[in-house]
């Protein structure tokens, strides 16, 4: 009998839907057998994160929620059967290795317990437990970047024999081994060129049809990449965790309370004359903001008026007085009502930045209160360098059928990991926001850059729009890489000085 079979089965006995238990019955039972959710995954076909959310009260549906509860059910008819280990046998023999894992060791749910030692990636000596994926030591201690020595002969009485080819003098020592975080992954662009190719042929060559398939992918395709670079990373993505209420929509088709401080800035007044304004776009606004300070796990409230930089997520504060507008936007955009706003960390980051000895242009805000967990800048790191590898690579190569399903992959990633029913695997309204505040910052960088460089800031729009006067070229590289700007259009604003004398004569 094949596997389906007996799972056909199991659909015959308990009709349309299988009964689960409950969320913290399944996390019990996955623990208690000492399954990683990487193990459970791969067996069910679906992804870690979506075992994530199972096990904090998601439901499955369909066959794979068959599935899962028979593998529930497998798991606590074996559990219930186990016979406890006699004394003898629990006892631990006095020269078992250092690295053996305790049976009662408190495990993330990406390790794994291997019953054969296999080679660490980060010093290749033998680990017992393997962390998405990959062998390694839970403990850095038990890393030896030194290879063990070899046993030694027993020293001979006699004289050693004189050396023949004695080293010379100015010959380097050779170098120790470099311990690295993780051994090199394997490029994961692959995933995203296989992709096109196979729509290619799917659809004989037609360019149009293809990039169109491809685009209607591009949520699955990307949450397939995160997973595939996320491979031996150090921190687990917790992908529906508890979400406050200021992080929930007010009704169904209105907001949060999250204030994303997006610019929608034009200057009031233009040096006299007439001028030449260029529009500029920055390329890649949301891809290069996935390098942001991402909380790791659940968000955790607290009060104070402290910032704490290892940790990120949302704050309520009271914005200080911007008085700038004449010649730059305010970094928290614009805004109608006064008083105290929830904002997220990066435009908490920029205007304590802001604030300080460095630029000196404001007061500091005045935290109320935050919600905010452990966070890293590189939680989207490899991530994000895929998407811009194969960006570059679809750019060099003008193949305008990759470079529009990247750019869909991680705009659509951005916009659908809030309260979306297009990606049910990650639901982070938080990391939504900071995203997007992020791209926000990163452009009213460039305005400050531009205004410090001596050019006229004349407008800052949305991620990606910034209209100079000046020669741009000598402050911004041009072209479509992500560290550079293209030009998206010239248009004349005032008045020459000529019209301005004749305009001035008719007014008297």
Not at 134 to 163: N, Y
Not at 449 to 477: N, P, S, Y
Request: proline share 9%.
């Amino acid at each position: 009998m094949s596997d389906f079979d007996a799972i056909d089965s199991l659909l015959a006995e308990v009709g349309p839907e299988a009964v689960l238990p409950e969320p913290a019955e399944r996390i019990r039972l996955r623990e208690q057998a000492r399954l990683s959710k990487t193990q459970v995954a791969r067996a069910l076909g679906v992804s870690p994160s979506t075992v994530t959310g199972w096990e904090t009260g998601r439901e499955p549906s369909g066959e794979v929620r068959t599935r899962y509860a028979y593998l529930l059910d497998g798991l606590r008819a074996k559990l219930d059967t186990t016979a406890e280990p006699t004394t003898a046998e629990a006892e631990e023999p006095e020269d078992s290795p250092a690295d053996v894992v305790p049976a009662d060791a408190d495990l993330d749910d990406d390790v794994e317990v291997l019953a054969t030692p296999e080679p660490c990636v980060l010093c290749g000596h033998p680990a017992r437990t393997r962390v998405a994926g990959f062998a390694q030591h839970l403990d850095p201690a038990d890393c030896r970047t030194e290879p063990e020595p070899a046993p030694q002969a027993p020293q001979s009485k006699a004289p050693a024999a004189p050396a023949t080819h004695p080293r010379p003098s100015s010959a380097k020592p050779p170098k120790p081994p470099t311990r690295r975080a993780f051994q090199d992954q394997p490029d994961a662009t692959h995933l995203i060129a296989e992709a096109v190719q196979a729509a290619l042929a799917e659809h004989k060559g037609d360019i149009d049809a293809a990039t169109a398939a491809l685009l209607r992918r591009a949520i699955p395709d990307a949450m397939r990449l995160l997973d595939d670079t996320r491979k031996g990373a150090r921190y687990d993505i917790i992908a529906h965790p508890w979400i406050p209420d200021i992080l929930r929509k007010q009704t169904a088709k209105g907001a949060d309370q999250i204030w994303e401080a997006r610019p929608k800035w034009t200057r009031h007044e233009l040096p006299p004359g007439r001028h030449e304004v260029t529009a500029l776009d920055i390329n890649g606004a949301y891809l290069s903001a996935l390098k942001t300070h991402l909380p790791l796990g659940q968000l955790e409230h607290s009060a104070g008026f402290e910032h704490d930089r290892r940790r990120a997520g949302v704050h309520l504060i009271t914005p200080p007085e911007w008085e700038h507008d004449a010649v730059l936007p305010n970094p928290i955009g614009n805004r109608d009502e006064p008083g105290p706003l929830w904002v997220t960390e990066p435009t908490l980051r920029l205007l304590l930045r802001l604030s300080g000895p460095k630029y000196g242009l404001c007061d500091p805000p005045e935290i109320h209160e935050s919600y905010t967990s452990g966070a890293t800048e590189n939680l989207l790191e490899k991530f994000r360098i895929a998407l811009k590898d194969a960006r570059e690579a679809a750019l060099a190569d003008d193949d305008e059928v990759t470079l529009e399903y990247v750019k869909a992959m991680y705009s659509k990633f951005v916009s659908t990991m809030g309260e979306s029913n297009y990606n049910r695997e990650l639901y982070r309204p938080d990391w939504m926001h900071i995203i997007r505040s992020q791209a926000f910052a990163n452009l009213w960088m460039k305005a400050y850059k531009a205004h410090d460089e001596g050019l006229t800031v004349v407008r800052a729009m949305g991620t990606d729009e910034l209209h100079v006067i000046g020669d741009w070229r000598q402050v911004f590289a041009e072209g479509r890489g992500v560290t550079e700007v293209k030009l998206k259009d010239v248009y004349d604003v005032g008045q020459a000085e000529g019209d301005q004398d004749q305009a001035s004569q008719e007014e008297d």
